[in-house]
């Protein structure tokens, strides 16, 4: 069962990762609404995938880098990296969504978002996905890195 849970939490970090991409593009053309469904898919696929990355964990799955000695230090370099910026992003993360929210109910839709009690919100939001998005998507692709290298050279360990 935790082999399956693997593959689906995988599938969900990816699509989220694909979701945070087109959220970006959206909002660079000026398109709040599919910003906003795009960032909402991105963040609940994300969600998804923590609950099974987790229960995974639980059931006692994981897998042990068992490559090749030269690429050790390399891979655990980016495993430290990977690890210490997946537990910054999820702060980062609610930090931007808690400000959109609080804009968005302050403009109270979002083609009003310049009201002047919804600015400073959005102000906010903007300032802290300036942060959340690089990391979010750097967590994403070491992840994805991650999983192909113990798909490749690692060893299930159980316990």
């Known amino acids: 069962m935790a082999p399956i849970?693997?593959?689906w939490a995988v599938i969900t970090i990816v699509l989220s990762g694909i979701a945070l991409v087109?959220?970006?593009?959206f909002i660079r053309r000026?398109?709040?609404e599919a910003h906003m469904r795009a960032m909402l898919t991105a963040s609940g696929?994300?969600?998804v995938f923590l609950v099974l990355y987790l229960t995974r964990l639980a059931l006692g799955y994981e897998k042990?880098?068992?490559?090749p000695d030269a690429w050790r230090g390399a891979y655990f370099a980016l495993l430290i990296s990977h690890i210490i910026l997946a537990a910054a992003n999820l702060?980062?993360?609610l930090g931007a969504l808690y400000n959109a929210w609080k804009g968005l109910k302050a403009a109270g839709n979002l083609g009003n978002i310049d009201a002047p009690a919804a600015?400073?919100?959005f102000n906010r939001h903007r300032a802290w996905v300036r942060w959340t998005v690089p990391v979010w998507l750097y967590v994403a692709v070491t992840g994805w890195i991650i999983y192909l290298v113990l798909?490749?050279?690692?060893?299930?360990?159980?316990?």
């Open 119 to 121: 600015r400073p919100h």
């Open 64 to 67: 042990a880098y068992a490559g």
């Open 45 to 47: 696929l994300a969600t």
């Open 5 to 7: 849970i693997n593959q």
């Open 151 to 159: 798909g490749r050279y690692g060893e299930v360990i159980t316990g």
């Open 30 to 32: 000026g398109n709040r």
């Open 22 to 25: 087109f959220g970006v593009l």
């Open 91 to 93: 702060p980062l993360a």
